[in-house]
């Protein structure tokens, strides 16, 4: 099992920026690959991130490419997610994912929620 906890959401106006972390422990790690969901009220579930268990590989919503960036410290079994340039658009749920390939999803984090004001 791994367990996910996501930290660093809240409210803040458009344009603005803000990091969340999302801190791993029950397994390796390393041997994961990690992504970043986000869920807004009457809207599907959608990827907005991923990274590979080397950081070398990333994915990117086209609705996020250019102002949020995916990283990731493995000696703090902790993957981030930058998001700079706030829209209200990118309000919603944000969940953390982990899964033994990119692209995988075996296990999933409670969530964060971001709120952006215009």
């Known amino acids: 099992q791994v367990q996910l906890v996501e930290s660093g959401g809240g409210l803040v106006q458009a344009g603005g920026s803000l990091r969340l972390s999302c801190a791993a422990s029950?397994?390796?790690?390393?041997?994961?690959?990690m992504g970043w969901f986000r869920q807004a009220p009457g809207k599907e579930r959608e990827v907005v991130a991923r990274?590979?268990?080397?950081?070398?590989?990333?994915y990117y919503a086209d609705s996020v490419k250019g102002r949020f960036t995916i990283s990731r410290d493995n000696a703090k079994n902790t993957v981030y997610l930058q998001m700079n340039s706030l829209k209200p658009e990118d309000t919603a749920v944000y969940l953390c994912?982990?899964?033994?390939?990119?692209?995988?999803?075996?296990?999933w984090g409670q969530g964060t929620q971001v709120t952006v004001s215009s």
């Open positions: 994912t982990a899964g033994l390939k990119m692209g995988q999803t075996d296990y």
């Open positions: 029950g397994r390796t790690f390393i041997n994961y690959a």
């Open positions: 990274i590979s268990w080397s950081g070398g590989g990333t």
